[in-house]
């Protein structure tokens, strides 16, 4: 099966600038995740869809951050104005439904292959 | 709040040793995984681990674990160069309801193994 597409895989803007990214995350997918890792770190979660519904955007920046996913499956994130400490790797990753297994194990995350935000 | 720590943070060793690195986690789950993370590379999937006392391996990786103590191990058998990377655990939030949310993740542990 296809992987988790995202596009750009860079880009470099100026601070105060927007920039999008998009995912398309694996057919029949039902939950979709956009993940932020910082150099050196962990990833951290900014919101999980499932379908088309926010399930969780507690840690989404909202005041300049915004995710869309319309029809339940691509989605779109925006960074709107950009700051400094937002330069990262923003990881899209999606899920199977629930009960259903994916190779070797129920409700694996397939992550992309990440957009590497530099913010100048 | 569900918070993941790992240690290592780095973890240099020799081709042909042993070594385990641990996560440690502060609520209750049950399902973790290990994933594996190359430089520039997105996220690979290793291991899910969905009950108390779970052990499983591919090659030179074995990962376990134990919900009471609400630790995972990932034990490498013989080190060898190509599992130089960065290795993360991720455990599930989960929903009332029991369903999964979304994966808190560790630091992750950058392993480098030299000759």
């Known amino acids: 099966e296809a992987g988790v597409a995202q596009s750009p895989r860079y880009k470099i803007i100026e601070k105060r600038q927007s920039v999008a990214f998009w995912c398309n995350p694996i057919s029949g997918h039902a939950t979709l995740y956009w993940y932020q890792q910082i150099l050196g770190q962990g990833p951290k979660l900014l919101i999980q869809f499932q379908n088309n519904g926010v399930v969780d955007d507690s840690q989404l920046p909202k005041d300049r951050f915004s995710a869309e996913r319309l029809k339940g499956v691509d989605s779109t994130l925006k960074i709107q104005p950009a700051k400094l400490e937002d330069s990262a790797v923003y990881l899209c990753?999606?899920?199977?439904?629930?009960?259903?297994?994916?190779?070797?194990?129920?409700?694996?995350?397939?992550f992309g292959a990440g957009s590497r935000l530099t913010v100048l | 709040e569900l918070k993941v720590e790992q240690n290592p943070l780095f973890l240099s060793m020799q081709e042909g040793k042993n070594y385990t690195i641990y996560c440690n986690y502060s609520?209750?789950?049950?399902?973790l995984y290990w994933y594996r993370q190359d430089p520039g590379k997105s996220l690979e999937s290793l291991f899910v681990l969905l009950s108390n006392g779970a052990v499983k391996q591919e090659g030179r990786l074995m990962a376990s674990l134990d919900t009471k103590a609400r630790l995972s191990t990932l034990h490498i058998t013989a080190a060898v160069h190509d599992l130089s990377a960065t290795y993360f655990c991720?455990?599930?939030?989960?929903?009332?309801?029991?369903?999964?949310?979304?994966?808190?993740f560790g630091k992750g542990t950058k392993l480098s193994v030299k000759p």
């Open positions: 990753a999606s899920r199977s439904p629930r009960g259903q297994r994916v190779m070797s194990g129920a409700n694996v995350l397939t």
């Open positions: 991720a455990v599930a939030k989960m929903n009332y309801g029991g369903s999964q949310g979304n994966l808190i």
């Open positions: 609520t209750t789950s049950d399902r």
